[in-house]
């Protein structure tokens, strides 16, 4: 209901002050690519899926075990979101979600996400949109 008011003029009902921040949430998501030769597309079939399951974890998908990732559409396999009291309880929780997960048959992007959160960088939160392009090479050797 809000969000139509909000759509047509209201004001929202709360202000910024109002707002209280309450922990971390890290979102990865999960592609059908080759990161290392310039995130290609991998289509295939999936002949293995075993998501992470874990406290303050989720994993959005519809992807399962000998289903086929096409061409055709975008490649994302999966959405994981690990969420934490602090920032680096999210950072650690992610990378062992990332760990447990199982997918086989097609490449994907898990371990481009393992590297980059491992990264001092990405640690320090010295990171930004642009940062992965810039970076690309360096991630990859580390």
Request: glycine fraction near 8%; charge should be neutral; charged fraction near 25%.
């Amino acid at each position: 209901k809000t969000q139509l008011l909000i759509a047509g003029g209201s004001r929202l009902p709360w202000r910024q002050q109002d707002i209280r921040l309450k922990g971390w949430a890290i979102e990865c998501r999960i592609n059908a690519e080759d990161y290392r030769h310039g995130f290609i597309p991998c289509p295939g079939q999936v002949t293995a899926y075993r998501p992470p399951r874990g406290e303050n974890i989720r994993v959005d998908s519809a992807v399962y075990e000998n289903c086929v990732i096409t061409p055709f559409y975008d490649s994302m396999i999966a959405k994981v979101i690990a969420w934490a009291s602090t920032r680096e309880e999210a950072v650690a929780r992610m990378l062992e979600a990332l760990a447990a997960f199982r997918i086989e048959g097609v490449k994907t992007t898990i371990g481009l996400h393992e590297k980059l959160l491992s990264s001092k960088a990405f640690q320090q939160g010295e990171i930004d949109t642009g940062y992965l392009e810039e970076h690309l090479e360096e991630i990859l050797r580390g």
